[in-house]
């Protein structure tokens, strides 16, 4: 047997470090962006932004266990699938955002809401002194002309890419 060079020089405890850091760091930079926005700046997110941030958080919190738990073998394998598989999802989820802030297509009912035909002038006063969701077809923030689900549609997909490309560099490392 012929021992193989490790790819890019980097040895096997390092390369398995490497991956889970960069899916932290992948997840907080855009969690601190959205929470910096709405709290910092006043920016209201739509339930679907709320929505797109619960990948990151799960991705977070697995490349935490992949750093510090005692995930071995394939079940670490089978943890990094699951964040590529996620921030796919969450690139979906994304996609279908930015279908709604175009209307290509109907949002779903939590995203904003209609009133009954019929209302007496308690529902009225009630409905009045409750604060309005924000719509999710209605964009807030945009750079350079495109949404900030526009910009989440490729930054997921290009982690779930990347993470892909991670988990076949730790395993080459293991070879």
Not at 15 to 20: D, G, N
Not at 37 to 66: H, K, S, V
Not at 152 to 162: H, I, P, T
Request: aromatic residues 12%; proline residues 5%; hydrophobic residues 50%.
């Amino acid at each position: 047997m012929t021992a193989t060079t490790p790819p890019f020089g980097i040895d096997t405890y390092t390369m398995r470090r490497l991956v889970p850091l960069g899916i932290l760091l992948a997840c907080v930079v855009p969690l601190a962006t959205a929470y910096a926005g709405q709290y910092g700046f006043g920016l209201e997110p739509c339930i679907l932004c709320l929505y797109q941030r619960i990948p990151f958080f799960l991705n977070g919190f697995l490349a935490i266990l992949l750093l510090f738990g005692p995930v071995r073998g394939r079940w670490r394998d089978a943890l990094v699938w699951l964040c590529a598989g996620l921030f796919f999802a969450n690139s979906a989820l994304a996609f279908y955002h930015v279908g709604v802030e175009h209307h290509w297509w109907a949002a779903a009912t939590g995203c904003g809401g209609t009133l009954p035909s019929q209302l007496s002038l308690t529902d009225l006063n009630q409905a009045l002194s409750h604060k309005r969701e924000k719509p999710c077809d209605e964009v807030t923030f945009a750079i350079l002309g495109l949404s900030i689900a526009t910009y989440n549609v490729a930054y997921s997909a290009a982690l779930g890419v990347a993470t892909l490309f991670g988990l076949r560099l730790m395993r080459e490392t293991t070879r």
